[in-house]
């Protein structure tokens, strides 16, 4: 994911909580989100992979798209 | 007695003292005051001393002794992580929010130690809310052993303070390592209980499914008669556990002969410096010379503790300080609100994921727990980090706190009870921590191989050079 648009995505999640930060922040805040995106996909294929069908929590895959 | 003697003694020697007359409470309480106002402005374990409060108790148990009371703390000088509400004393959670709050009201566990006659030195430093990193306002708190080091996180001002024999004992909070790791790094034993076996009432949260409250202490002994004098259902906590365990501290002398211990093999690997496994490796050695048996154990999901806690201590810890992050972002230090404000982008099925993810965990330990009276692996794979050394990486490999965490925070997630205790010093005089973890409500397991390891090892009194 390119850092424009972790940094969109995270602005956008904090906005969702009502939490506004600054555009230096947000790039900021991208780059350690997403030093856990990749635990975060591991942790779904294992605890979620066997009682959903794993496209559909695969993050890496195209699926994990809209 | 020297007058570090005095301030070094233990709680069980010192309540023996008492009973026979031999010390006061109110000497005990100023040998602790001295040593404060003497050493603290170097460690900066405490945020607020109660010089004249504390003498004035200490007073005051010390005629309820000569009236005949014989509370199990009577007159015993201990101190409280300065996120346990005491009533009319400032309780600021480390952090610039609650810098000037003063509870109306006392939390549980200060209520059970002030009734088991304990008397109050002051409130210690700790990492914000409990977070793991330190507020401005206060500072890290100096580890005992070397000055240019951290004591640990988030409970170091307990740890240094007990290190120190600036407190005969003292109480932490847990949520993903911040009683074990401090002590540790400061020499001394330290238990995280069983899930729900001591309130969290008037305690500050930060993660309310990981957080526990324990002691900190230089024994087993007096880790127990802490942990006995606070354990117990509380109905204003809603996770607390209506069953009654055993007192802990009566089945210490038992010897620990054919107990069987599983060794974490992967727990002697992630991370772990060459000085902290030889060290480690040598306390397992020790425990099979008292006579327990020790072989390696595996477990599957011990790679994945920091990927698990983490979305789950940050969307607590958010959902908890949401309306402070939102009115007041700049009283937080820049690591804590940085860390809370990822707390708002932690997906709901990634914290579900976290959370069904452990539960199999939970499983797992059980069924080791069935083969082995308690699992063994280093506390921390390094010994005390430097100061400042606490910020987010935007690698884990070099995050500090995330390594630590993958070896603490399985039994936050467990729930198991688990304790730290000093195994031996590296080369350059750094103490090292062996962890075990026991069976639910079995904290009396864990105490009893502490005890029996303290009494066999070869420099249990060794004491930090200040």
Known sequence: MSNDRATDDITALLHVAGLTVSDDEARQLALFHERFAGDRARLRQIALGETEPSVTFAPESEHDEP | MSASDL??????????????????????????????????????????????????????????????????????????????????????????????????????????????????????????????????????????????????????????????????????????????????????????????????????????????????????????????????????????????????????DRPVDGLRIGLVEFLFERHVQPSVRVAALDGVALLERLGAVVEPVTLEHAGLVSATIMPIVQAEATSYHRQSLREHPELFSAATRENLRLGAAVLAIDYLAAQRLRRRMTDEVNAALTRFDALVFPTQPIVAPVLDAYQIAESADEDILDIEIGHTGYANLTGHPALSMRCGFTEDGLPVGLQLTGRILDEGTLLRIAHQFGQASEAPSRRPDL
Request: charged share 20%; with cysteine.
């Open chain 2, 7 to 252: 301030a070094y003694l233990s709680i069980a020697r010192a309540l023996a003292l008492l009973d026979a007359g031999e010390v006061s409470s109110e000497e005990l309480t100023s040998s602790q005051l001295d040593r404060i106002a003497t050493l603290d402005e170097r460690l900066n374990a405490y945020i607020t001393v109660l010089d004249d409060r504390a003498l004035a108790d200490a007073r005051l148990s010390d005629q309820r002794r000569r009236d005949g009371d014989r509370s199990p703390l009577l007159g015993i000088p201990i101190a409280l992580k300065d996120l346990f509400a005491t009533q009319g004393i400032r309780t600021t959670a480390g952090s610039a929010i609650l810098a000037d709050h003063v509870p109306d009201h006392d939390a549980t566990v200060t209520r059970r130690l002030s009734d088991a006659g304990a008397v109050l030195l002051g409130k210690t430093n700790m990492m914000e809310f409990a977070y793991g990193y330190p507020h401005e306002n206060y500072g890290e708190t100096r580890n005992p052993w070397e000055l240019s080091r951290t004591a640990g996180g988030s409970s170091g001002g307990s740890a240094a303070a007990v290190a120190a024999g600036m407190a005969y004992g003292a109480l932490g909070s847990d949520t993903g390592g911040s009683i074990r790791s401090p002590a540790a790094y400061c020499g001394i034993v330290g238990l995280k209980p069983t899930y729900g076996r001591v309130s969290r009432h008037g305690v500050v949260p930060l993660a309310w499914s990981l957080d526990h409250v324990g002691p900190l202490a230089r024994t087993a002994r007096d880790a127990a008669l802490l942990f006995d004098a606070i354990a117990g259902h509380d109905p204003l906590d809603p996770a607390s556990s209506p069953r009654a365990g055993t007192p802990s501290a009566s089945g210490l």
